[in-house]
């Protein structure tokens, strides 16, 4: 769905929800000209091993979120050519994106991001990792190049 950050896809979640934004925009400029566009916006799609590890990462809520990828298809296909915007496959998803729009971001954060977190700390599947610097540790300085003095 990628309305918001999604745990261990960072990049792919915020590359998504760009795609989202841009295809929206895109329907919008081509309205007139009587093109459509159609953003699919799915949840798990079991595509690859890592996908599929992604999932289980996610814990239940991957595993209940995820479609059949052939479901998917044909329903978006279907969806392009009735000129739907926008396909969000599943009841599921669908009550979660609407959720969502309702939460602030950090809101859900603490559910797609953090407790997914803990969980895999807990499995050993990712290790800590601290971004804050600690109490007074000096931080290291990057030498600066010495002015040039110019006419």
Do not use: H, W
């Not at 309305?3 to 934004?21: G, P």
């Not at 925009?25 to 079991?46: D, F």
């Amino acid at each position: 769905m990628n309305y918001y950050q999604i745990f261990n896809k960072a990049t792919y979640a915020a590359s998504k929800r760009f795609l989202l934004d841009f295809s929206l925009a895109l329907l919008k400029e081509m309205r007139e000209g009587g093109a459509t566009v159609t953003v699919l916006c799915p949840t798990g799609m079991p595509t690859t091993p890592e996908c599929i590890d992604g999932i289980e990462v996610q814990g239940l809520m991957g595993q209940l979120t995820t479609q059949n990828i052939g479901t998917v298809a044909a329903k978006t296909l279907d969806a392009a050519l009735r000129g739907r915007a926008l396909v969000i496959p599943g009841l599921l998803n669908q009550l979660l994106q609407t959720a969502g729009s309702l939460v602030p971001p950090t809101g859900l954060a603490n559910v797609t991001m953090i407790q997914p977190i803990k969980k895999a700390r807990g499995k050993g599947l990712i290790k800590e990792v601290s971004l804050v610097a600690k109490k007074n540790q000096p931080r290291p300085r990057t030498p600066r190049p010495p002015l040039q003095q110019g006419g």
